[in-house]
């Protein structure tokens, strides 16, 4: 008996934990937001529709969103080519980092700085394409600081 209670110990706990640590990884503290119907884009209020996002209490970089804009309403704004989208949790499937990379790489799409971080040390990023589609997303800047 005491070689069963062992053998658990070594094989059960361990998965259970892993279980338990993906749960709170990809999903737990994750909240969808939709309730969003413009964004400040340098100190322009542009109007979104269809806003699917995702933010966190846990964590400034967790925040994603994808949306449609008028792609004119940007016209006259700053671009950046320092956008770096992050990878957002596999279930988030609006988003996809490596495509919207490649897309502003190609010039297929535009970046813009939102917003310049005060103390967090964190950008605000938005992504613009020709047809309407668009993402947001936080990213680390130079002054950030632990």
Do not use: H
């Amino acid at each position: 008996m005491t070689g069963k209670l062992v053998a658990f110990g070594l094989f059960g706990f361990p998965l259970i934990f892993g279980a338990a640590l993906y749960y709170f990884q990809y999903y737990y503290y994750y909240d969808d937001v939709t309730d969003i119907t413009s964004i400040t884009v340098q100190e322009r209020v542009i109007e979104v529709e269809n806003y699917v996002g995702i933010d966190a209490t846990s964590s400034n970089l967790k925040m994603r969103g994808c949306f449609l804009v008028s792609p004119a309403d940007f016209q006259g704004l700053d671009m950046t080519d320092a956008a770096t989208p992050l990878t957002p949790p596999p279930w988030f499937d609006c988003y996809n980092a490596e495509r919207i990379t490649l897309d502003l790489q190609a010039g297929a799409a535009v970046a813009y700085l939102a917003k310049m971080a005060d103390k967090e040390g964190m950008d605000l990023m938005v992504a613009v394409y020709p047809d309407g589609r668009a993402f947001r997303w936080r990213q680390l800047n130079d002054t950030y600081q632990e």
